[in-house]
């Protein structure tokens, strides 16, 4: 897609992996105005993880809501300091924040802002900071946990230890986790965001481990609901607690006492049948990469009701 | 003497209409850059033809695809091309089942893009 000059100008200051991320954020964004506030929000030098988390606040807002959401009306209270009101009119993010929106980071920022929005916050940022004891909207935002758009960068959130640990099964040794799952879990709650407008939650289930679900019910459930028209998003991996790749369970197909999962791995575009009794008797998966062996956990829907 | 059951006419008995065809589909919807909310917006709109006529069906689809979605080509044309295939009042359910299908697919890949750091290598080990 085609951007304006000025944010193909702060995009080449960003790292592949953050142009690679605001081309998926453009991707994704339900609507134009969506795109446009994570422009502006990008353009008044916020961070890539910054960034990403607006955007994943507002994707599941309707345009009404995002509008609402990010701009301060004839209705702004009246104690908004002028700097904050000024700030708000270019910078989306921060009118998000300050209407009470939280954002949670889920991106490391591997590069900075390029480096004239940059500058342009540190000029707007100096008057907000000597105004900060007196006032309580401020003042209450820096007490909540995670980060603000006021933040110089990123300020990596405070991880209970168990999510902490869980984050740790599934990060590569010695990096930080760039999206902080919460404890137990992996990626439930990326499912429920992405398809709570067609009204589907999820609950997700480690497969054949204490605590978690024997593989045959998983499978059943997971039959069950490829039935109902929804698919099964996994995680597979070669041994349990480390999980490779994200799979998705398209559809089901039975002849006779026989069931077929037709399974797709999104990161090789492989498309593949695989036997029930293969799954359930643990043999090895069917793609051409022999590392991605077993089915470790699977989401199951909680709901429909689109 | 019992009325036969109507049966699925042949492109929606085909083993692949939710799985390659489904990702063909959504692969030219996402390379004429349409949004999910689009797609979200199409599977709403799809709930108004369950339980309809085929004639019906196909009335609506066209008027969707000139109306509601005349400025997502990609979502009309798909559209048309799906409401000339409906024979029977089964196939108008199947359809409805195959589109709804397509918009979670697309939120679901959406949601491990996005998801990709938590995995070692982002997904790519």
């Known amino acids: 897609m085609t951007v304006p000059d000025e944010v193909q100008a702060v995009l080449d200051g960003w790292s592949p992996r953050g142009r690679k991320i605001f081309k998926e954020l453009m991707e994704d964004a339900s609507s134009e105005l969506q795109q446009e506030l994570v422009q502006r929000a990008m353009l008044a030098g916020h961070t890539t993880g910054e960034v990403h988390a607006f955007a994943d606040e507002l994707r599941g807002l309707s345009d009404d809501e995002c509008f609402a959401a990010c701009t301060l009306d004839d209705d702004a209270p009246e104690d908004y300091t002028v700097t904050q009101l000024l700030r708000a009119e270019s910078d989306p993010l921060f009118a998000f924040e300050l209407k009470g929106g939280t954002l949670t980071p889920n991106e490391e920022d591997d590069a900075p802002s390029a480096a004239l929005p940059m500058q342009r916050r540190e000029v707007m940022e100096a008057p907000i900071a000597r105004e900060l004891a007196a006032d309580p909207v401020r003042r209450a935002k820096e007490q909540r946990a995670g980060f603000n758009a006021e933040s110089g960068g990123f300020r990596p959130m405070v991880v209970s230890k168990p999510a902490a640990l869980a984050v740790a099964a599934v990060a590569p040794s010695g990096a930080m986790p760039a999206m902080p799952a919460p404890a137990g879990r992996l990626f439930e709650d990326l499912l429920g965001e992405a398809t709570r407008a067609l009204g589907v939650s999820w609950r997700e289930v480690e497969l054949d481990v204490p605590g978690g679900v024997p593989i045959d019910q998983a499978l059943q459930q997971a039959a069950s609901a490829l039935q109902r028209g929804i698919p099964i998003p996994c995680v597979i991996g070669n041994a349990q607690g480390r999980p490779l790749r994200y799979l998705l369970v398209l559809q089901t197909s039975t002849s006779g006492t026989n069931r077929a999962f037709q399974l797709y791995e999104p990161f090789s575009q492989e498309l593949v049948w695989a036997n029930e009794k293969d799954l359930l008797s643990r043999g090895e998966l069917p793609f051409d990469n022999k590392s991605l062996r077993r089915l470790l956990r699977m989401a199951l829907p909680n709901a429909r009701g689109l | 003497m019992a009325a036969a059951r109507p049966q699925a006419s042949a492109p929606f008995v085909n083993r692949e209409l939710n799985g390659e065809q489904l990702l063909d589909e959504l692969s030219e919807l996402r390379n004429a850059q349409i949004a999910q909310k689009h797609l979200e917006d199409l599977a709403r709109a799809l709930h108004e033809l369950e339980g309809r006529r085929v004639a019906e069906a196909v009335i ?23 409401s000339t295939r409906l024979k029977s009042e089964v196939d108008v359910g199947l ?15 959406g949601a491990f893009r996005r998801g990709a750091d938590r995995l070692p290598k982002g997904g790519r080990a």
């Open chain 2, 60 to 82: 609506q689809l066209k008027q969707l695809a000139s109306n509601r979605f005349a400025g997502q080509p990609a979502i009309a044309s798909l559209l048309v091309r799906w």
């Open chain 2, 95 to 109: 359809l409805v089942g195959h589109l709804e299908r397509l918009a979670l697919v697309s939120a679901l890949l």
